[in-house]
């Protein structure tokens, strides 16, 4: 990330970013941690969590990792709250975490919906829910809450999580009004299909290589980086007056 825009305003800023251990949430780690941030994440994959964290501890500020299920409130609110005696209070939030496991219609029971809205969409508004006292101490702050163009495309074989993700865009549009006398900015940044190595081990195949060529308009791999490039930039203060508003980074796709 080194070539890509510096943000002065993001260094020492508290950042929290859920789900950071693989996938896009590594890089945001990554990437925040680049520009001298103080990073706290949550993951439910220790070791991937821990390794992350070890591997970026010569940072300006070590990234601090906490190893919890975000499904569980509990557990969220003891997770934020042990990272926040780490590295401060949070003044930017990143709800990354999420699951897009398919499952067909016919197979769905009750405990795997509550199960996916839980990690894709509940949490989202619980950590918010949790951030908002330092952000309302601190002046004001920025909470990115992640949707998808899943929903957007029609695209099936998941309802769970499209239907989550399709509300994470309201979700945001009402916490931005009710977080906004307190200067705190609420969007959704919202990715294409993304190039991590779950999705090139669990979904990626020739068919759907040709499918992403055609609707794409620019035609090449979308990568994590390219969204952690809109999250630094609305984590940062370059973003003052950007709120309740979709940050689609897709190729063109949707």
């Known amino acids: 990330m080194s070539s890509y825009a510096r943000y002065p305003s993001l260094q020492d800023r508290g950042v929290l970013i859920t789900g950071g251990a693989t996938g896009i949430g590594e890089t945001l780690v990554e990437a925040f941690a680049e520009q001298g941030a103080k990073v ?10 821990a390794a992350l964290a070890a591997r970026l501890a010569g940072s300006r500020h070590a990234p601090q990792f906490v ?4 499904s569980s409130v509990e557990s969220l609110r003891t997770a934020i709250a042990t990272l926040r005696g780490r590295v401060g209070p949070f003044t930017a939030l990143l709800n990354n975490a999420a699951n897009d496991k398919r499952h067909a219609v016919e197979d769905t029971t009750p405990e795997f919906w509550d199960a996916s809205v839980a990690v894709n969409i509940k949490h989202q508004f619980f950590t918010a829910q949790a951030v908002l006292p330092d952000m309302k101490a601190a002046g004001g702050g920025s909470i990115i809450n992640f949707g998808s163009i899943s929903w957007m495309l029609k695209q099936g074989g998941m309802p769970a999580y499209t239907a989550s993700k399709a509300a994470a865009q309201g979700l ?10 307190h200067r705190i900015r609420v969007n959704t940044l919202v990715p294409g299909w993304v190039m991590t190595e779950k999705q090139l081990k669990l979904w990626v195949t020739e068919e ?21 490039s809109m999250a630094l930039f609305l984590a940062a203060d370059d973003s003052a007056m950007c709120t309740a508003q979709d940050f689609i980074v897709d190729g063109g796709w949707a």
């Open 40 to 49: 706290g994440f949550i993951d439910l994959a220790a070791d991937e969590g």
């Open 172 to 181: 945001t549009r009402c916490l931005a009004r009710d977080f906004g006398p």
């Open 67 to 70: 190893a919890a299920d975000l």
């Open 208 to 228: 759907t290589k040709v499918e992403i060529a055609k609707g794409q308009c620019i035609n090449e791999p979308l990568m994590p980086q390219h969204i952690a």
